[in-house]
C-alpha cells in the first residue's frame, strides 16, 4: 500500500490550501482514511477522518475551516483548509488505520 501526500505549499494567514493523498496498492474505498499532521516539537495529531460512507469527524482545533473528502474512484482523499492561521504550521500526513500505512508528509506553512 503506497500513499502519497501533495499540494503543500506556504499561504499567507487567512488563506486556503486543497491537500490530496493517492492511494495505490489496494482497494481505497473500503478503507477509513484519516489525516494528521505534526508541528514543530509536537506529537502527531488526528485531525480529520473519513470513513467508507462519507461520515466525517474532525478535531476542535480544525473543525469548521477544514473539509474532509474522498473521490474512490480517483483513489484520492482531500482536505481542503481555509482561514488557514499560523498554528497551522505542520507537516501534513495521511493514513490507513487498518493497514497502519503512512504517506511521507506534505509541509504546510502559514505565515506573511
Known amino acids: 500500500v503506497q500513499l502519497v501526500e501533495s499540494g503543500g505549499g506556504l499561504v499567507q494567514p487567512g488563506g486556503s490550501l486543497r491537500l490530496s493523498c493517492t492511494v495505490s496498492?489496494?482497494?481505497?474505498?473500503?478503507?477509513?482514511l484519516e489525516w494528521y499532521r505534526q508541528a514543530p516539537g509536537k506529537q502527531r495529531e488526528l485531525i480529520a477522518d473519513i470513513y467508507t460512507d462519507g461520515k466525517t469527524t474532525y478535531a476542535g482545533a480544525v473543525k469548521g475551516r477544514f473539509t474532509i473528502s474522498r473521490d474512490n474512484a480517483k483513489s484520492t482523499a482531500y482536505l481542503q483548509m481555509t482561514s488557514l492561521k499560523p498554528e497551522d504550521t505542520a507537516i501534513y500526513y495521511c493514513h490507513i488505520p487498518t493497514r497502519n500505512a503512512w504517506g511521507q508528509g506534505t509541509q504546510v506553512t502559514v505565515s506573511f
Open positions: 496498492g489496494t482497494v481505497f474505498s473500503v478503507y477509513i
